[in-house]
Structure formats: C-alpha cells, structure tokens
C-alpha cells in the first residue's frame, strides 16, 4: 500500500526504473519500487514511489543522470498536476505574483528581484539568498536550484513575472 | 514556560545545533555560527527573541541545521525532537521550516505521549501535520491566505497541489476556507491567517479580524509571515492564552511593519528591531480595553 504524500514516477520500461532506483538511493532520497494503480499506469508497470514534497530534488536528478521516466504524478489528489494559476499584484513600483503560497516581487523597470515570501519547505529561504536582488532576466530559475513543490510554484510564479517584463508589462520596452 | 523552536536554516551541511541565540543586526549567532537574519525559521526565531526581551523572559531554545532543500537537515531536526523531547520537556514547541516527511512526523506525534507540549506549527510543519491527519494535536496554525485554502482542501497535500477554485477563492472568502479546514478536521485549535485582514478563529469561529494599520507592502516581504509565528510563540511562551497570543501578535507585526516604513524591498530584520516597540503599544492597547472592559 503506498503511503499518503507519495509521489510516483512512471516509466516505459523497467531498466529504466532500476536505474532511478539506484540513482535516487545513491543520493539517499527514501525511495522504493513499486507497481502503480490503474489509473496511473502508463508505460512498464513500475514505477518510483518518493515522497512528493521533493519532487523538485527527485526530477532535476533523474534528468541530470538521463534517466528517461514519463512522468511524474502525486497519488493524493484529484488533478495529480500542480497547481499552474497565479495571481498578479500592482504596487505601483513593483508587481508581485503568487503561486499557491509563493510570491516574487519584481521592480518595474529594472526587473529587479525585491523579494520572495511564503511556502514552507526549507529551499525557499535557500532560494530566496540567490535571488533576490538579482535581476530577474539573469537570475537562473527556482526550479533548476530548488528541490521542493514550493520551488515548483515559485517557479511557475517567476515564470509569469518573467513573461510579463518581456512582454513590456513591466515598464520595460522588450527589443 | 519554555519556548522551543525548531527549524531548518538555508546553510548547505550546517550540523545540527541547538540552543539559545544572541541576537546582531545581520545575523543571529547559535554556537558560535552566524545565521543571516532573512525570511524563514531565523526570521521568527529573530521576532520571538526579541518579544521574549521585551516582556522579560527567557529567550527560546532554537534547534536547527542547514537545509537547501535536500532534507538532510529537516531529518536530522525531526530524528533529535523524536530522540529527546521526553527529557527537554518544552512547554511550549513551534514547528517551522522543516521539510515534510510523513514518517517522521507521525514518529514525532507519537513521541509526545500523554505530556503534550503547546503546539505551534506554521510553514512545512504545518503542511506535513495536515498531510498526516495531526492538525488537531496542534494548538495553533498560522497560515498565510494560500496556506489556508490548501488547509481547506481535504485532499491536498501541499499547497502546490490544492484545487483551483479554492485558490481562487482565497483573497475573497477567508471565513469560508477556515469553515472548510475545521469542517474536514485539518484546522488546529486557534487559526491566525495573516493577510490583508488577518482572521483568529476558535474551534470552528472567527473570534477577531484585524485590519489595522493596513500596511500593503508588508505581504511581498520575505519573512513577514514567520515574525507573526514568532511573536505568537513567544506570547503564550509568557503565559498569554493562545487566542490572545495570536490577536495581539497580528497587532504587533501590522504595526512593527508601520514604523519601519516598508517599500516592497524592504528586509525582514528592518521590521524585526521594531517588534519590542509595537509591542509595548499593543500591550498597553490590550490593558486598557480590559480595563475599560472592567470600567
């Protein structure tokens, strides 16, 4: 029986989930083989069960070690995809935008990180320390430093802020 | 009572630490390591400290260690609560960032035993306490807006993953979202949302909304949430009741946030030095209600 708050990662075939097996054990992520339900069967029935909360940490390894797996899913909630929507906040000089408890705040003009609040899992003050007071067009992005489901929605809202200074929403004139 | 927080810091392979924590401008200073003061759990230790100086009491415990993200320091906090708690018999635990791993925090529940300390989790501890069925162990929650539509979804196990229409829902109908966090039983004792209006409520009902001094700059401010959680700590650490602890502490943080004068880039400590002066203010707020109350 897998365990509340478990993510899976499936794959087409079982060499490669032998081979994340070793690659997130090796990295000591707590981890185990394990076969699907149904509903989430995709490709060779196994696939990795990890705890969702790092799915971050687990994604950006296994494609750093070309591990090829099909997807990854949370097996507790109806939609298994995160959450994509933001909100968008004027102050004037700066615009914030959240996504879930995720905000950054970028300065109009310049592109500025100003600041990053919210989330609770322990890279977003980690990810607050590389990029605030970085411009947001040079900062690398959170879910390429991060490893948790917070960096993943402060990285869908950094993506939203991105789109919005390139787009000149931010009182920046794109070439 | 005793104050013990626990909560990872964003230091790649800082040991485990424990202690109290002298506080500097910058940063604060445990065992002989220097912390920097930004958002998160060095944030609301920095609040509790200073409010914990401000009524004359013992500064809290802090027990940490470095964590990027990859649990590492996250285990090595939860495994030390499960080894020793029974023998630091704090009165009053406040869980923070730690990053949620269900066995441990179901171990750590269960290493409570009939000597139950009060309960404070907010950030990753409060995410992971929901994800295991344990918010009702817990005495007080201070979720942010986001926080507490992902509270409300009886599904979810982070906010990453809440349904749409409840974060839809969350900067228009708070009342609603605690209504649903108790009704699905994943709402602790005293909630404290803090955002534009900050809501307490009480097994099930809004005892108080607080709107004033209205500073909106202070939500895009990195840290701001934690100093809320640490002052709140602090509080009932001094003997308040939780209720009390949580109205006051929203009170204290709304005008700590007007006297530092935020713009959007404004750094967490510039508020954190104001905490012993708002908080004077919203005491002698507090003493003449009730004496009026009494009048």
């Known amino acids: ?175 | 009572m005793s104050l013990v927080i626990s909560g990872t810091v964003p230091i790649r392979d800082l040991p485990l630490l424990t202690g109290s924590v002298e506080l500097k401008e910058h940063f604060v200073k445990l065992d002989g390591h220097e912390i920097p003061c930004t958002m998160g759990t060095a944030a609301m230790v920095s609040a509790a400290c200073r409010t914990c100086e401000a009524v004359r009491i013992a500064s809290p415990t802090w027990i940490t260690a470095g964590d990027i993200g990859d649990s590492k320091g996250s285990r090595l906090i939860y495994n030390y609560l499960i080894d020793k708690l029974a023998s630091i018999k704090p009165s009053v635990l406040s869980l923070h960032y730690l990053m949620p791993i269900t066995v441990l925090a179901t171990k750590l529940i269960d290493s409570f035993g009939s000597k139950k300390p009060v309960l404070i989790a907010d950030a990753g501890s409060m995410y992971v306490m929901k994800s295991i069925g344990a918010s009702r162990e817990f005495d007080l929650f201070t979720p942010d807006p986001g926080e507490m539509a992902f509270l409300a979804d009886p599904s979810a196990s982070h906010p990453a993953y809440m349904q749409r229409f409840l974060f839809e829902q969350d900067t228009v109908d708070v009342p609603r979202l605690v209504e649903q966090a108790y009704k699905h039983g994943n709402a602790s004792r005293v909630l404290l949302v803090k955002g534009a209006k900050d809501y307490v409520a009480k097994e099930g009902r809004i005892v108080a909304v607080i709107e004033e001094p209205f500073i909106p700059t202070l939500e895009p401010i990195g840290g701001t949430g934690d100093t809320v959680t640490g002052i709140a700590s602090a509080l009932v650490s001094y003997g308040m009741e939780v209720e009390k602890a949580a109205i006051t502490a929203a009170r204290t943080n709304r005008v700590a946030g007007k006297l530092a004068n935020p713009s959007t880039a404004t750094k967490v400590r510039e508020i954190i030095v104001q905490i012993p002066k708002a908080l004077e203010q919203c005491m002698n707020e507090n003493a003449k209600t009730q004496q009026d109350h009494v009048e």
């Open chain 1, 1 to 175: 029986m897998m365990k509340k708050s478990s993510g899976l990662v499936t794959f087409a075939e079982a060499r490669e989930a032998f081979k994340a097996e070793a690659v997130l054990k090796k990295s000591s992520y707590d981890i185990k083989l394990s076969v699907p339900p149904q509903e989430f069967r995709k490709g060779c029935d196994l696939a990795v069960e990890f705890n969702i909360f790092e799915r971050v940490g687990v994604e950006n390894l296994l494609k750093e070690k070309r591990v090829k797996f099909i997807d990854i899913v949370s097996i507790d909630t109806p939609s298994t995809r995160p959450l994509d929507a933001v909100k968008v906040f004027d102050y004037g000089d700066s615009v914030m935008v959240r996504c879930g408890a995720l905000k950054i705040t970028v300065e109009k003009g310049s592109g500025l990180i100003r600041n990053i609040s919210g989330g609770g899992c322990p890279d977003v003050p980690f990810l607050y320390i590389e990029l605030v007071d970085r411009r947001i067009f040079e900062a690398r992005r959170p879910k390429e430093l991060g490893y948790s489901l917070c960096a993943l929605c402060l990285d869908r809202a950094f993506e939203e802020a991105l789109r919005l200074y390139e787009s000149g929403h931010l009182g920046h004139s794109p070439n």
